[in-house]
């Protein structure tokens, strides 16, 4: 009874508990982790937000930049575009936390300093050609221009002052640049890099983010440990002091380098920050107030974009802290709509491009050809003005700037024609009639009039189509601008791609939260008594059961436990721990199968001892030879080793009485243990009908393999006469068929067991092999199963037929088979013929030949009638006609069983 109670209920205890402790381990993480990701695949999938825009500075923004690091004014650039084409939030996954050099103001460099030169330079040049012709109208003395003299250099230097003070107000801070851009956009968020250090706290920059942008509406109910931290990077002061706020980009990586999950919040000594794409969420929510417990999140009366005013928001989290992202199954370019950076630089450029052009041509009189209300240099001058009072501004509003620059595209576009060209060049031809201009001035406009329009107008139409399909992606958009450069480190692994920019994880976070479909980790605990239920059932229903029927329900436990859990994950998105579970049933299946075996061996060891293993004469005289060789231990051996097995014989034997049952079974293991030894074969041992046995030691000799398969021809033959003996003698009624399986190779020999009782005997990978090869028969309708070793190891004298690469359980490396037929001057010129044609139909079958190889088998058919192997392969054909196989198929086949 006591022995029951342990059996049943101690073991499978023991072995959850010893589990338990095992999943604690960085291997278990990693096992769990791998399943985990499968599990991702059968997750109903979560939908994507469309208002979420992923910014790409890649690698052709960095070449249209054409520096690196990148000025941060192109930064400044970029969301100023993105909030007039209606970004409503923008997160920089950049740091700037160092300050940047001192840059360069090109639309000063390029446009302001030049216009302002050439009208100094004009008033200089005016003032003394004014002089001049007052001397020499006579209106000025000569004597008395001495007196103008001081004049005119006091209005040189003055003039050579202010040009020089204009050239020094192309330098520009792109700090404050970057930092008023922010403060024009409104909702932009920079990065806090929240760490474990503590000599980063007593700084300007921290004290502001402290006071400006840490969470303050937040109610702490459950200290959690591993969100506690105690020191920061924020970024730099000049670009983020009128920014929206700022969240912390650290992200967790589990131990297989996976990212499943981040921190929403985190604390620096008490106070609390989110993270970076949760804190703009947050202000798009509303602001609402928060409430951190150990298992969740819970936001207070928050305003949904799309669900309106809520009571409350519940966020769950991990025990540790983190959330786990509902990731999108698709790769990152797949991933939310994308702007890459360069299309902003590039609107930029060509909007600039045509916006000089037309100031190139304003003093030509080409704008006199527009017929709007308000001239378009003073739009342009309007738009340029703003621009800097937006930038300047302490309360910036783009509604006046952003209607007038679509006024100005929209007339651009209208006036920006060939049918305006046209009426300019019919005018150029009147003024030329009338005598107004010449002949030199007529030819160089009429040149360039169609010149100007055609490569402005270019210019315009591909400004409008990039800005149209950037409005289009930026309209009411949640924008996220990261590093995606191929020089870039910021690239991880998710559930699904092992190359994610990590950029994209802030995009999925905020999916997962506007979708509210977040995925939930069962607790440990509840997960250690789902094991222990199982494991338990499993010990009730398999006690009694024969060892057949509990494989079967132990694998159908196994196969339920893993269903059901899978099942819950994907209707309810409740993870429940896999691997646990199962690892709970099979090793309490293992262990309790183990036990019991032992139990029946040891109920068998009274017959065993009765009968001792029949070695050869070799092995006798060799011990006769050198006691010693009665101790314990073994050598290596390159050997050939022998399994066999009468199909079905657990049926056969049912059939006989035991004392007929043992008759038979004494006069065929006489005769095939006879056929071993004739051929210098040692009989290892018998396992009921099985004969194991060996080639090659004590006393090695050269042609072992060969000396193996010859006898298994013979033993194939002697069992013909054996099958005759028994049916004339009614022995039985069925004929025996024996299944030998061959392999060469290194294998450990020698006498093993106790100083009172040792076995001669043979083991190692190569001895599992050929005893895998012996089950291996069953599936090709094979009598003969050798390995491609062996194979090589013989003479052309022996027939053997070439058959699939197969990876067969316990053997990690695939093998290719061959069955041996016989010695090749017993098989008939038909046959062997047959056999030829076969190895060509399996030669097209490795190469995905299906129709041509079905053709070959079938004809071998023709001569080997019920040939099982081709009938494999033709049904094998017709299956792959069908539905071929992945094409990363190698053309190893897995052994499902032994």
Same mark, same amino acid.
């Given at each position: ?283 798009? &929510?509303? =602001?609402?107030?928060?409430?951190? $417990?150990?298992? +969740? %999140?819970? *936001?207070? #009366?928050?305003?949904? @974009? ?69 001239? &378009?240099? =003073?739009?342009?001058?309007?738009? $340029?003005?703003? +621009? %800097?009072? *937006?930038? #300047?501004?302490?309360? @910036? ?85 990261? #590093? ?415």
């Amino acid at each position: 009874m006591r022995k029951h109670i342990v059996q049943f209920i101690v073991i499978p205890i023991s072995i959850v508990l010893l589990l338990s402790l095992a999943t604690l381990s960085p291997i278990f993480e990693k096992l769990e982790g791998s399943i985990y990701n499968a599990a991702m695949l059968i997750k109903e999938d979560i939908e994507e937000n469309p208002d979420i825009l992923l910014v790409d500075f890649g690698d052709n923004a960095i070449k249209t930049a054409q520096v690196y690091p990148v000025s941060r004014d192109i930064y400044a650039d970029g969301i100023f575009l993105l909030k007039e084409l209606g970004s409503n939030y923008t997160v920089f996954d950049i740091e700037f936390i160092d300050p940047s050099p001192v840059g360069v103001d090109y639309q000063v460099l390029n446009r302001d300093v030049p216009q302002y030169i050439d009208r100094q330079l004009s008033s200089i040049s005016k003032n003394t050609a004014d002089l001049f012709a007052a001397v020499s109208s006579g209106d000025i003395p000569v004597k008395d221009v001495k007196e103008f003299i001081p004049d005119l250099v006091d209005m040189t230097n003055s003039t050579k002052d202010d040009v020089v003070n204009r050239i020094q107000s192309i330098v520009r801070n792109n700090d404050i640049y970057l930092g008023q851009a922010a403060r024009v956009f409104g909702n932009l968020f920079f990065t806090i890099n929240v760490n474990p250090g503590t000599d980063t706290l007593d700084t300007p920059q921290y004290t502001f983010f402290k006071d400006n942008f840490s969470i303050k509406n937040i109610e702490v109910v459950d200290d959690i440990p591993e969100l506690n931290f105690t020191g920061a990077l924020p970024t730099n002061l000049n670009v983020s002091r009128y920014s929206a706020g700022a969240g912390f980009t650290n992200v967790l990586i589990d131990e297989d380098g996976v990212r499943r999950k981040v921190d929403l919040l985190r604390s620096i000594n008490g106070t609390y920050f989110a993270q970076l794409s949760f804190r703009p969420l947050l202000n798009m &929510l509303g =602001d609402p107030d928060i409430k951190l $417990e150990k298992d +969740k %999140i819970t *936001l207070i #009366n928050p305003i949904h @974009p799309t669900l309106g005013q809520l009571d409350k928001m519940v966020i769950p989290i991990n025990t540790t802290g983190s959330l786990n992202i509902n990731w999108l199954p698709k790769s990152y370019k797949e991933s939310f709509k994308h702007i890459p950076f360069d299309a902003l630089m590039n609107h930029d450029k060509l909007y600039n491009y045509v916006i000089k052009n037309l100031k190139d041509r304003a003093d030509w009189g080409y704008l006199n050809a527009y017929t709007g209300g308000t001239p &378009l240099l =003073d739009v342009v001058n309007y738009i $340029e003005s703003e +621009k %800097i009072a *937006l930038f #300047n501004s302490k309360s @910036p509003d783009m509604e006046s700037y952003i209607s007038a620059k679509e006024f100005l595209l929209t007339e651009l576009v209208n006036f920006i024609t060939t049918d305006s060209a046209n009426t300019m060049l019919a005018g150029l031809e009147q003024l030329k009639e009338a005598g107004v201009i010449d002949d030199d001035n007529y030819n160089t406009i009429s040149r360039d009039i169609p010149s100007w329009f055609n490569k402005t107008q270019e210019a315009l139409t591909q400004l409008m189509d990039i800005r149209e399909e950037l409005k289009d992606k930026a309209d009411n958009s949640f924008a996220i601008i990261g #590093n995606t450069a191929t020089g870039t480190t910021d690239i991880g692994t998710n559930p699904f791609e092992k190359e994610y920019m990590n950029v994209g994880t802030h995009a999925n976070v905020v999916n997962t939260i506007l979708n509210q479909q977040y995925i939930s980790l069962m607790p440990r605990l509840f997960v250690l008594i789902i094991a222990l239920i199982s494991a338990l059932l499993l010990t009730v229903v398999i006690r009694n059961l024969p060892p057949k029927r509990s494989m079967i329900i132990g694998i159908f436990a196994l196969v339920i436990i893993i269903a059901i859990l899978a099942l819950i994950f994907r209707y309810t998105s409740v993870y429940i721990d896999l691997l646990f579970p199962a690892l709970s049933i099979v090793t309490t299946f293992i262990t309790l199968t183990a036990i019991r075996f032992l139990s029946s061996e040891k109920e068998k060891s009274f017959i065993n001892k009765a009968f001792s293993h029949y070695l050869s004469a070799d092995v006798i005289k060799e011990i006769l030879d050198d006691p010693s060789k009665l101790q314990l231990g073994g050598e290596s051996k390159y050997m050939t080793a022998m399994f066999t097995d009468i199909r079905a014989f657990s049926t056969f034997s049912e059939k006989l009485s035991p004392q007929d049952l043992v008759r038979l079974l004494n006069a065929y293991l006489t005769a095939m243990s006879n056929t071993v030894m004739d051929n210098k074969g040692t009989i290892d041992k018998y396992e009921g009908d099985a004969i194991i046995c060996f080639f090659g030691a004590p006393i090695y000799y050269e042609n072992h393999a060969y000396k193996c398969c010859y006898s298994a021809v013979v033993m194939k033959r002697v069992e013909v006469e054996l099958n005759k003996k028994f049916l004339e003698d009614e022995w039985t009624k069925d004929v025996i068929n024996t299944r030998i399986g061959i392999n060469t190779g290194d294998m450990v020999v020698g006498n093993m067991g106790t100083d009172k009782k040792m076995d001669y005997t043979i083991m190692g990978n190569s001895v599992n092999l050929a005893a895998r090869l012996e089950g291996v028969n069953k599936l090709y309708g094979t009598w003969i199963m050798v390995s491609e070793e062996t194979r090589n190891q013989c003479p052309d004298t022996l027939l053997f037929r070439r058959l699939d690469r197969v990876r067969v359980i316990g053997i990690k490396t695939p093998i290719r088979l061959y069955e041996l037929i016989e010695e090749r001057s017993f098989v008939t010129k038909d046959e062997l013929e047959a056999y030829s044609i076969f190895d060509k139909a399996l030669t097209l079958f490795e190469n995905k030949e299906w129709l041509e190889a079905k053709k070959l088998f079938n004809s071998v058919l023709e001569v080997l009638e019920n040939d099982s192997a081709s009938i494999l392969y033709v049904n094998r054909c017709n299956d792959y006609i069908k539905k071929a196989p992945p094409s990363d198929w190698d053309g190893v086949f897995k052994m499902s069983s032994k």
